[in-house]
Antibody, heavy 117, light 112 residues
Framework: EVQLVQSGAEVKKPGESLKISCQASGYGFASRWIGWVRQMPEKDLEYLGIMFPANSDIRYSPSFQGQVTISADISTSSAYLQLNILEASDTAMYYC??????????WGPGTLVTVSS | DVVMTQSPLSLPVTLGQPASISCRSSRSLVYADGNTYLSWFQQRPGQSPRRLIYKVSNRDSGVPDRFSASGSGTYFTLKISRVEAEDVGVYYCMQGSHSPWTFGQGTKVEIK
């Protein structure tokens, strides 16, 4: 059974950084793309980027390049999303999702990030 | 970026009646390999998105056959033949033919 387990909710202050995780099981983690999607409160889904763990090929949305860093650890089947210099506007639910050509076929439960002074 | 435009944004439906959502892309979604990477996702209240349809018209495993989808090029449609209470939520189209992948604004399906 495919599972994506994400780290728990976080509350951060503006200016801080944060790294959230997504641990995969039930499939070959290294050989499948894994991506990240943001959903601000009551808003649409926004694609942040995607990574192929086996060769560390990472593709960012130009809108988020420099604001986020995607990484992975094959030894623990985990993907990570680092959010740099947090602002209140980074308050959102962040989803990891397993990728396949042109789509995401399985989503994690999401990690709620709240940025507030 | 490819802009995905859904309509309507709100869709009140009577139980047992059909529903239809359209999605237009600002560019053709036919990819170099001949595939069209247009997916539909359902997001029930308080849940993460779940994919229903991939490559325009292919239903994912476990998706009820009351869901169907069609389209080509820049115009796509998701249809629910008979809406059930569990279908309440927001539906998103997403294109994966052009980088960055982009989503539609979402269509909120609710019961009248």
């Amino acid at each position: 059974e495919v599972q994506l387990v994400q780290s728990g909710a976080e509350v951060k202050k503006p200016g801080e950084s944060l790294k959230i995780s997504c641990q995969a099981s039930g499939y070959g983690f290294a050989s499948r793309w894994i991506g990240w999607v943001r959903q601000m409160p009551e808003k649409d889904l926004e694609y942040l980027g995607i990574m192929f763990p086996a060769n560390s090929d990472i593709r960012y949305s130009p809108s988020f390049q420099g604001q986020v860093t995607i990484s992975a650890d094959i030894s623990t089947s985990s993907a990570y999303l680092q959010l740099n210099i947090l602002e209140a506007s980074d308050t959102a639910m962040y989803y990891c999702a397993r990728g396949e050509p042109g789509s995401f076929d399985f989503w994690g439960p999401g990690t709620l990030v709240t940025v507030s002074s | 970026d490819v802009v995905m435009t859904q309509s309507p944004l709100s869709l009140p439906v009577t139980l047992g009646q059909p529903a239809s959502i359209s999605c237009r892309s600002s560019r053709s979604l036919v990819y170099a390999d001949g595939n069209t990477y247009l997916s539909w996702f359902q997001q029930r209240p308080g849940q993460s998105p779940r994919r229903l349809i991939y490559k325009v018209s292919n239903r994912d495993s476990g998706v009820p056959d009351r869901f169907s989808a069609s389209g080509s090029g820049t115009y796509f449609t998701l249809k629910i033949s008979r809406v059930e209470a569990e279908d309440v939520g927001v539906y998103y189209c997403m294109q994966g033919s052009h980088s960055p992948w982009t989503f539609g604004q979402g269509t909120k399906v609710e019961i009248k």
